[in-house]
């Protein structure tokens, strides 16, 4: 299996760090992409609530969820540090092929509510701040999919530095719409003791949890800390271990600042002057200006949606991206796969908005992170389960207090976002006008999610799975060598891809000419900045292409084996024939994953292509 974001898989370098200082420095930046997920859109309209119906009073329900988030986020990145997996990835070596699917389609549906909450949420933002209407807010979110691509092309610190300012963005508004608010501290700080005033409050409690802690943000947390370089030995991982627990801390917190803000202006500026009603994000921006007599409080506001909306928007897509490689152990064309995340979110949100108007963008918001509710369990237990497994975290597992106090924190959550999606049900039955269709359909689908949660819960205790520990590397190819070979004395090319279809290519380039052939690697970096930049580009992906194959050639070159490499730029397309029909080849050998039809789209159809506009005979090897 490959590595989790193979493209920047340990492109970070922690080691030889001067200074402890420097050391914490090379290990922050995952833990604030994982922060935005705590402060977007989706959290907005369960803060607004509670804050202009109860004042201060749920201030504590914030920090209780920040408390709970910062355990499960240490747990996910525990996870990928010890045992360089990602959740999902670990997912698919515990459970059944048939269970994974699920798991995987369960995911799938968390990531689209999830960025239809963030759609809607920068949509919302445009419209406030520019006058742009709602339905055309969304169409343009779907730029934001090739910023990404250009972000992560540019190296994953690059990203994070993204992310950070558009997190500082957010903080900044904020502080400033405190100025303006100027809230009681004294009830700021009485809202910190816990105290339920009324059973509606206990209601928009349990929103506040289900909207705190997000399911994608437990698969991301477990990849991105993987981007990291240190030391493998115990000393250097139980290091890690704590310098990305600050890295949680401190993020985490800023994500809480946010949220409690939300809160506290809410709060300041609703409650106490008797608008109780305030839940919708369009009419807290538009009241803000007269009760806080500013013109720069809705501004602010505005700016920090949009931020807000932007910087989640970029993680679930990435988040998407962890899952169907995890799950499915399944990699697409980058582009296609942000594009299809991206749809999945528009589509709903275009039909709705266009039939029903835009005052239906709150109970959109509300729907969406019902159904993130139903999905966290999947996500939270088998984590548990993981980082508890001795034979798993090879000695890091955690402590069995750590372990008692995560499976207190997964049944409240658990139990609280049982208890908002059965209330959500009930209502519709009691106001549908067919509510046989719903029993026939809605609630056998809500029994059968219990019994798969039930599943998860109890499955690990009665087996354990070791995860394999898998290095993709050229040194893990089990290489066959053929001494005599029909294209002995020949010049051979062989492209590579460092997926497993080149260990095929390879062994059959070896069957073919033996070792009195000679060999040349071709492998084409097909990046944005390679395709606009060619053999000038200066990205991450290129640096990790040209380390790789240098690895390759070095490996075989010490078994025997006259190898060169050679790297080409842009569309592999296009570039492979460029180069073969450059040089005096006698065969080119290339590995396919052997698709056809849609999947040519989805893959490339770069062996097709290939075949045509090359001299010499094509080895084509499928895997």
């Known amino acids: 299996m490959a590595k989790s974001l193979e493209e920047v898989n340990e492109s970070v370098s922690a080691q030889n760090k001067t200074s402890t200082f420097r050391k914490i420095l090379a290990f922050f930046g995952p833990a604030y992409l994982i922060s935005v997920g705590y402060m977007d859109p989706g959290n907005w309209a369960t803060d607004l609530a509670g804050g202009s119906q109860f004042g201060y009073s749920l201030l504590w329900v914030l920090l209780m969820s920040n408390m709970m988030a910062l355990l499960l986020q240490s747990l996910s990145a525990r996870l990928g540090i010890v045992t360089q997996r990602d959740l999902a990835q670990a997912s698919r070596e515990t459970y059944s092929k048939f269970i994974n699917y699920i798991l995987y389609f369960l995911a799938e549906i968390a990531i689209a509510a999830c960025d239809l909450a963030e759609v809607l949420g920068m949509a919302i933002g445009l419209n406030l701040l520019f006058g742009i209407p709602l339905l055309e807010g969304v169409l343009i979110t779907v730029l934001d999919t090739f910023l990404l691509l250009f972000l992560i092309n540019k190296g994953i610190r690059k990203m994070e530095a993204f992310i950070i300012a558009l997190v500082a963005i957010i903080g900044f508004s904020f502080i400033f719409e405190m100025i303006f608010a100027q809230p009681e501290i004294g009830n700021v700080l009485t809202g910190l003791i816990p105290s339920i005033p009324t059973e509606e409050a206990l209601y928009i409690a349990i929103g506040i949890i289900g909207a705190t802690v997000m399911p994608h943000n437990l698969y991301l947390h477990s990849s991105l800390v993987q981007t990291r370089k240190f030391d493998r030995s115990k000393a250097g991982i139980k290091q890690a271990l704590k310098y990305n627990f600050i890295d949680s801390t401190i993020a985490l917190n800023l994500a809480f600042f946010v949220n409690a803000a939300i809160l506290i202006l809410a709060a300041a500026t609703f409650y106490n002057n008797g608008l109780f009603e305030v839940a919708e994000i369009q009419d807290a921006h538009r009241l803000l200006e007269p009760m806080l007599g500013t013109q720069w409080a809705p501004i602010l506001f505005a700016v920090a949606l949009i931020a807000a909306g932007q910087s989640s928007t ?77 034979s798993k975290m090879k000695g890091f597992h955690i402590s069995r207090a750590t372990q008692i106090a ?143 194959l240098l690895e390759y050639q070095e490996m075989l070159t010490k078994k025997g084996y006259k190898v060169t490499t050679k790297l080409g730029f842009g569309k592999p397309n296009k570039v492979i024939p460029t180069l073969i029909n450059a040089e005096p080849f006698d065969v080119l050998v290339m590995g396919t994953h052997g698709h056809t039809g849609l999947n040519d789209m989805l893959f490339g159809t770069t062996v097709d292509n290939v075949r045509h506009k090359i001299k010499i005979p094509l080895f084509i090897v499928k895997i």
């Open 314 to 390: 970029i993680t679930g897509t990435l988040a998407g991206q962890i899952i169907m490689e995890g799950y499915l152990n399944l990699r697409i064309q980058p582009w296609v796969r942000r594009i299809i995340t991206r749809l999945i979110a528009i589509v709903p949100a275009v039909i709705v908005i266009s039939i029903f108007g835009e005052s239906v963008t709150g109970k959109m918001l509300i729907l969406s992170q019902v159904i993130l509710s139903l999905q966290l369990g999947f996500a939270i237990i088998p984590l548990i389960h993981f980082v508890s497994d001795k």
């Open 406 to 548: 995560s499976w207190i924190v997964a049944t409240i959550i658990v139990s609280l976002n049982a208890k908002l999606v059965f209330n959500e049900i009930q209502g519709w039955l009691e106001t549908s006008e067919n509510p046989l269709l719903l029993w026939l359909t809605v609630v056998p689908l809500a029994i059968s999610f219990l019994i798969l949660l039930l599943y998860i819960v109890f499955k690990p205790f009665f087996s354990k799975n070791k995860i394999k520990i898998y290095n993709h590397s050229p040194h893990n190819l089990q290489l066959k060598f053929s001494k005599t070979g029909s294209f002995s004395n020949k010049n051979i090319a062989i492209t590579v891809d460092f997926s497993n279809a080149d260990e095929i290519a390879i062994n059959s380039a070896f069957e073919l000419g033996g070792l009195e052939a000679k060999y040349t690697l071709i492998h084409v970096v097909e990046t944005v900045g390679a395709i606009m930049y060619g053999e000038n580009v200066e990205d991450h992906e290129t640096l990790l292409d040209e380390k790789l």
